[in-house]
């Protein structure tokens, strides 16, 4: 059964880990495939492991291959850092379903998405957020707030105000971008057990500068020992050579935005060699332009030879 995440213990990087999948239009996930990269990414150092985050494509697929593809996880991670199940319905009710389907399993905590499309109140988001949260009251929920997919922020006294009064709403990944709202959120949240995760690959440094426990980060699907060792550095106080990984991860994450979000974290791991498949359709693969701009990062950073 889920368990409530012990925040002291969950911390450093996530990876909202990519779902490999056989053919683009009717995007069957690879599980083998899937297996072989989750020990990839945990014997490279990552921190835990997020399932169906937006980078896992989770508006691709079904509730019955999200569960199925989240127990080849779990059964592959055998313990050794903490899973997270992403949840992205619009309708609160399809939430809670899925939240209590991914409840039966050895899950750390769930992420819930603001609603995507409609644009609701604030009022409205803190009764679906605290609604979902109610009807699994045994498992750890994360607020996921997107503002750039979904068209508007959850704000920053909404995310307060479910922290102080939802006993097991008790972390959120901030994908904002905004440092300001980063920092705040660690500031009003001191008084109590409460776990912020950058969301932004590029803000990692400063995020961890402002107090954040960690950063929930994309390209650590393809460059975990570079991200991972960018956290480490700071935890162990140095400063300097945390900062200068985040400079060489900059170029890897920035050269991303020419092609169409999700394709690029699996294009520029299949350049790598991961065998990621492609991305599932309608999403296409990145244009040559924008695969020659990652590849040239790539091969700046020394990923890749000319």
């Known amino acids: 059964m889920a368990r409530v995440m012990n ?130 009251p045994d498992v750890a929920v994360l607020i996921y707030n997107n503002p750039g997919l979904a068209g508007y922020p959850v704000s920053l006294d909404t995310i307060v105000k479910l922290a102080h009064d939802v006993p097991n709403i008790v972390g959120i990944k901030d994908s904002s971008g905004n440092i300001t709202n980063l920092q705040e959120l660690v500031r009003r949240t001191e008084d109590i057990d409460f776990s912020v995760f950058a969301g932004k690959d590029t803000i990692v440094y400063a995020g961890l500068c402002c107090g954040a426990d960690g950063a929930v980060c994309s390209t650590a699907n393809i460059f975990p020992e570079l991200i991972c060792g960018l956290y480490d550095a700071f935890a162990e106080g140095d400063l300097e050579k945390s900062r200068r990984l985040q400079f060489e991860l900059n170029p890897l994450r920035l050269s991303q935005d020419a092609a169409s979000f999700p394709s690029a974290t699996k294009a520029m791991g299949n350049m790598m060699g991961m065998n990621m498949g492609p991305s599932v359709l309608p999403t296409e693969t990145p244009s040559a332009a924008a695969l020659e701009g990652m590849r040239q990062a790539m091969v700046q950073a020394g990923y890749l030879s000319e």
């Open 7 to 136: 925040t002291d213990a969950y911390k450093g990087i996530i990876v909202p880990i990519i779902m490999p999948v056989t053919d683009a239009l009717d995007g069957k996930i690879d599980l083998e495939r899937l297996r072989e990269h989750v020990n990839y990414e945990i014997d490279h150092g990552v921190d835990g492991i997020l399932a169906f985050g937006s980078n896992s494509e989770f508006y691709m697929f079904s509730d019955d291959e999200m569960i199925e593809a989240t127990q080849a996880i779990i059964e592959e991670v055998r313990g050794r850092v903490p899973v997270m199940f992403g949840l992205g319905h619009i309708r609160t009710s399809q939430n809670i379903q899925l939240a209590r389907r991914a409840a039966e399993l050895d899950i750390d905590a769930i992420s819930v998405l603001q609603p995507m499309f409609i644009t609701p109140t604030q009022d409205a988001l803190y009764n679906h957020f605290s609604t979902i949260a109610a009807a699994v």
